[in-house]
């Protein structure tokens, strides 16, 4: 069923062999570039069409009433209001140990720098809400930004058809849940550009959104595009785009367990990639059954079946593990997963990952739940470079230099020295300047 890469008996580049789907977010700038431009000159009418065309709604007023919200989790069913409160709290204590505090060095005597940890003033939390809706991924955005002291937080989720245009009631429940009370019935680029660029009046007078300084959160190929194509005007995230796993397994994983983790994320996105790397080719024949007996029987069987044949997903036959440690890293896949034995150590020699999920019983389900981890994780290889969302996300350090007199004046041929050596001799005059007396 999964296409099958053969790596034993040499060491190619892994790089080469393990391709990302076919549609990849350079291309995916390109189309949507016009209707960043659109929003960003026409606003709030420009956001109405692309909605229409997009998500087949176009709600008149984009601001979600606060009655709504409040009304949405008042509906919620209770069993899932008990599973949001509990991902919450556990999202909650990890986050609220990743908090930083200032620290001072002391570079030499009256001369410290001390770093502060100022978090963003206005942060814009995507939602995503296409192919299936996300109220876990409020939880994701709005926990560490919180822990991390964000004053303004402002969520966006696409319209729903069956919701009246509102975004789906249980996003609503959950934002109701977490105190968020600034939510944007919009979706996909429309979304990303107006909430970086902000987006005036509407008809009906109340869809005023202030631009954000930064946009979180995950979303399909469209949304990472516009992330992609507004950085620099708003700071984002790592790219979160669509869903990865990899499994590193020998033969003491259970194929019906890796066929079920290898189905859940490919799930999410015809365009999901799930990777199974093993050097056991009798492990690899009985996922490939297990997956001929559920994907079938999954909800999402077609969805699934497209993510599982494309060229993104397969099957890597290794030599051993350490071959399959060397494919995993070099493809840095968002959620890896470890099923070998002595799990946790070759979890501790994996560089490249957006999330490690260890052993048999730490499936990626869990983790996009209720491990209390964070689920918004670097795609595409981000991992090799950048981290999933936490507090750090949302803080900027600032340096706080503070020199004494006497500690300026004993550095001060340095400076000197290196601003001559850069020709930009005014920096080393700036210096000399509050020193006249001093010998140059
Ligand atoms: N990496 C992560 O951390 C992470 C976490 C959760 C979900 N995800 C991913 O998020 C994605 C969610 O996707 P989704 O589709 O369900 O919701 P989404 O909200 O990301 O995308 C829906 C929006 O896409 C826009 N759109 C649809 N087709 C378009 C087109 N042809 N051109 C331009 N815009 C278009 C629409 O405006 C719509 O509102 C999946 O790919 C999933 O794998 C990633
Ligand atoms: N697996 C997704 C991250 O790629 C997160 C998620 C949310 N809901 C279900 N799964
Ligand atoms: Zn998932």
């Known amino acids: 069923m ?34 960043v431009a659109a929003v960003r000159e026409h606003g709030y009418q420009a956001v109405r069409e692309a909605s229409e065309r997009f998500d087949g709604i176009a709600p008149e007023v984009l601001r979600v ?33 990743q908090r ?49 002291g964000v004053r303004s937080l402002v969520v966006a989720s696409p319209p729903q058809k069956e919701n009246g245009g509102l975004p789906d009631a249980r996003v609503l429940a959950a934002c109701a849940l ?17 909430l970086a660029y902000g987006c005036a009046v509407d008809a009906a007078g109340s869809a005023h959104c202030v631009p954000v300084d930064m946009i979180t959160g995950p979303g399909n190929i469209w949304v990472t595009a516009a992330k992609r194509l507004l950085r620099g005007v708003v700071g984002i995230d790592a790219e979160a785009g669509p869903t990865e796993i990899a499994i590193l397994a020998d033969d003491t994983a259970d194929p019906a367990h890796v ?12 365009l999901a990639a799930s990777v199974l790397v093993t050097p056991s080719v009798v492990l690899a024949d009985a996922v490939d059954r297990e997956l001929t007996r559920q ?25 051993d593990l350490a071959a399959g440690l060397r494919v995993v890293d070099a ?37 996009d739940y209720c491990a209390g981890s964070n689920h918004v994780l670097p795609t595409g290889g981000c991992a090799r470079h950048s981290s999933g969302l936490s507090v750090q996300s949302f803080l900027r350090g600032i340096h706080l230099v503070e020199y004494t007199e006497a500690a300026l004046r004993e550095v001060a041929p340095y400076v000197v020295a290196l601003s001559t050596a850069e020709d930009l001799p005014a920096h080393g005059q700036a210096v000399s300047a509050r020193f006249p007396q001093d010998p140059s």
């Open 295 to 319: 994907v079938p029987a999954t909800r999402h069987a077609d969805r699934v079946g497209t993510a599982l044949g494309g060229e993104q997903s397969g099957v890597v036959l290794v030599d």
């Open 100 to 148: 930083r505090t200032d620290h001072t060095t002391h570079v030499v005597p009256g001369g410290t720098v001390t770093e502060r940890w100022v978090p963003v003033d206005r942060v814009g939390l995507y939602v995503p809400g296409g192919l299936a809706v996300y109220p876990s991924t409020v939880v994701m955005n709005v926990v560490p930004a919180q822990a991390a």
């Open 259 to 270: 066929a079920a983790d290898l189905i859940s994320q490919a799930e999410h996105d015809p």
């Open 331 to 367: 493809y840095a896949a968002e959620h890896l997963e470890i099923q070998t034995v002595d799990a946790r150590e070759w979890a501790m020699r994996v560089r490249n990952a957006g999330a490690i999920f260890v052993g048999a019983y730490s499936p990626v389900s869990l983790g």
């Open 178 to 194: 977490l105190g968020v009370d600034e939510v944007y019935a919009v979706g996909g680029a429309q979304a990303v550009a107006m």
């Open 2 to 35: 999964l296409n099958r890469i053969d790596l034993r008996g040499g060491e190619p580049d892994p790089r080469h062999l393990l391709p990302r789907a076919q549609l990849d977010v350079s291309v995916a700038v390109e189309r949507i570039r016009p209707i």
């Open 65 to 97: 009433p606060v009655e709504a919200i409040a009304a949405a989790e008042g509906a919620l069913d209770p069993q899932v209001r008990a599973a949001l409160l509990e991902s919450i709290s556990r999202a909650r204590r990890v986050h609220d140990d």
